[in-house]
C-alpha cells in the first residue's frame, strides 16, 4: 500500500518514458551500422531504391541468407536492424506498384523482421518511429541539428523528396521537445494548485506548437508533390484496409495466416496524441478508434506516456475552476494552436494527395499519354486514403472539428479570438477543399 502510494504522490516525470530533453521522441544518436553479421541486411537496405528501380529487390532478398537475431542486444542496434527490415519489406511488397504486389513475405525476412519487431513491441512494418525518429544522422556530428546537415540513414524511392518528407517531419519532431518537457510543469501545477506555473508552462507548450507548424510548411519546399503522390506514397502504404492487398500479408516461418498492419502515419507520431490527452480533446467514436489503433504503432514506452497523461486530473476542468485570464489566454492559445496545426495539415494534404489525385482522374478520363506524368503512376485504390488506410479528408477535418470543442466557449467570446491561427495563404486552400 505504501508503495501505491508513494507512486500516486510522486511528481509527473518523463523518467521513464524514453523521452530526450532535447529531442523528445527522438531516438539520439542512432547507429548507423550493425555487427558485422548482419551486413546481408545492410548491403541490401541501403540499395533500397536503386533496386527497385531495376526491379532486382525481390531477387536479391530472396538470396539473402536467414540470419538469428540473437547477436542484436542493445536498443539502438535493434532500432536499426527495424529500420533497415522494414525498407526491405516496403520495397519488397510494392516494387511492382499495386497490381504487382505479393502474398508471401519470404521466411528470411519475416522471420527476423517479426522476432526483432516482438523484441521492441511494435509492428512488422515501416512505422513513423522507423522513418522519422530512428533514420537520420548528422553529417557533422559537431554541427547543427538543421536540414542542412541531416542525412537519412535508410531511403525509399523518391530521391531527395524522399529526404526532404522524412528531415522536415523530423525537424516538426524536434520544435515538439520544448512542449513535452512543460507537460510534467502542467500536470504537477494542477496537482498542487499553482495556477501560475501551468499558464507559464502552457506558454510555453504553446510557442512550441507554433514552432511546429511554422517548420511543416518547408514540405513545401523539400517535397514535391507529383513525386510524393506519384513515387514516394506506395512505399509508405500497409496491407490493412488496402484495396491492393485485400488478403493482407503471410509473414512465411511466422504463421501460415495472413497478417494486416497500416502503413506509415502521421498519426503514430505521439505529439498531438500527449497533446490532446492534456487539452482534454476528445474525438468522435470513428475517428478516436482510428487513432487509438495507431497506438500500437509507437514504441510502447511513448504509448503509456500517453496512456498516463490521460489519467492525470483534468487540466480543462482546472482553468474552468480558476478565475485566471492569464491561465485561460494560455489554454485558449494552446488549443487554438493545434487547430492551426491541424488545418495547415488538411492544406498539405491536399496539395500532396488531393490535388494530384484530381488531375490523374482527369488524365485517364481524357485518355491521354500518362507516361511523362509521374501522379499517374501512383496506386488508385489509394486516391482517397492515407498511408494508414483511412479516408483522409474526412478524417483530418473530423478531428479538426473535435479539437475546436475542447476550447472554452466563454473565454472564446471574452478574448474575440478566432478558433484557428491561419496564415491568410493556408486559410484560402482550407476554404477550398472545405
Known amino acids: ?31 548507423t551500422e550493425l555487427p558485422p553479421y548482419y551486413q546481408p541486411w545492410m548491403d541490401i537496405a541501403l540499395r533500397v531504391p536503386e533496386l527497385v528501380h531495376s526491379h532486382e529487390l525481390r531477387s536479391h532478398i530472396n538470396r539473402m541468407p536467414l540470419l538469428s537475431t540473437n547477436i542484436l542486444q542493445k536498443h539502438r542496434e535493434l532500432r536499426l536492424a527495424h529500420l533497415a527490415l522494414s525498407a526491405m519489406t516496403m520495397g519488397y511488397v510494392w516494387q511492382e506498384g499495386e497490381n504487382g504486389t505479393v502474398e508471401i513475405l519470404p521466411c528470411n525476412l519475416a522471420v527476423p523482421f517479426w522476432e526483432v519487431s516482438q523484441r521492441l513491441g511494435v509492428p512488422p512494418i515501416l512505422t513513423h518511429s522507423d522513418g ?23 531511403r525509399l524511392p523518391g530521391g531527395d523528396s524522399v529526404r526532404g518528407f522524412f528531415m522536415v517531419t523530423l525537424l516538426v519532431e524536434l520544435a515538439a521537445a520544448p512542449a513535452l518537457r512543460n507537460i510534467p510543469n502542467v500536470i504537477n501545477g494542477v496537482r498542487c494548485g499553482d495556477t501560475a506555473a501551468v499558464a507559464r508552462a502552457l ?36 496491407w490493412k484496409d488496402n484495396p491492393s492487398m485485400p488478403k493482407g500479408l503471410v509473414y512465411e516461418g511466422v ?21 490532446d490527452e492534456l487539452l482534454g480533446v476528445k474525438h468522435g467514436e470513428k475517428s478516436g478508434a482510428f487513432l487509438t489503433s495507431m497506438r500500437n504503432y509507437m514504441p510502447p514506452a511513448h504509448k503509456q ?46 496539395r500532396f494527395i ?18 511523362g506524368e509521374m501522379i499517374s503512376r501512383a496506386p488508385t485504390a489509394l486516391e482517397e486514403r492515407g498511408t494508414g488506410g483511412s479516408g483522409i479528408m474526412t478524417f483530418l477535418k473530423d478531428v ?4 475546436k470543442d475542447a476550447l472554452l466557449p466563454e473565454t472564446s467570446k471574452e478574448m474575440n479570438l478566432p478558433l484557428t491561427v491561419l ?10 477543399i472545405t
Request: with cysteine.
Open 203 to 238: 506558454e510555453d507548450i504553446s510557442q512550441s506548437l507554433q514552432d511546429m507548424t511554422d517548420i511543416f510548411k518547408l514540405m513545401q519546399v523539400y517535397v514535391e508533390p507529383p513525386v510524393f503522390y506519384g513515387i514516394m506514397r506506395i512505399y509508405l502504404s500497409g
Open 354 to 371: 488531393t490535388v494530384p489525385a484530381a488531375r490523374a482522374r482527369q488524365l485517364r478520363k481524357q485518355g491521354l499519354d500518362l507516361e
Open 305 to 350: 506516456l500517453i496512456q498516463d497523461i490521460s489519467l492525470q486530473p483534468s487540466l480543462r476542468g482546472f482553468v474552468q475552476q480558476q478565475a485566471s485570464e492569464r491561465l485561460n489566454q494560455a489554454f485558449h492559445l494552446c488549443v487554438t494552436r493545434i487547430l492551426s496545426l491541424r488545418s495547415y495539415h488538411i492544406n498539405v494534404v491536399s
Open 255 to 275: 504463421q501460415t495466416e495472413a497478417m494486416e498492419y497500416s502503413g506509415g502515419s502521421a498519426a503514430q507520431s505521439s505529439l498531438l496524441h500527449c497533446f
Open 132 to 154: 522519422v525518429l530512428a533514420n537520420w544522422r548528422k553529417k557533422d556530428p559537431e554541427g547543427p541539428f538543421d536540414m542542412e546537415n541531416l542525412e537519412l540513414l535508410v
Open 1 to 31: 500500500m505504501a508503495a501505491a502510494e508513494t507512486l500516486s504522490t510522486a511528481p509527473f516525470s518523463l523518467d521513464s518514458y524514453h523521452v530526450s530533453e532535447e529531442l523528445g521522441f527522438i531516438l539520439p544518436e542512432p547507429l
Open 400 to 403: 479538426r472539428d473535435q479539437t
Open 423 to 432: 496564415t491568410d495563404d493556408t486559410q484560402q486552400s482550407v476554404d477550398d
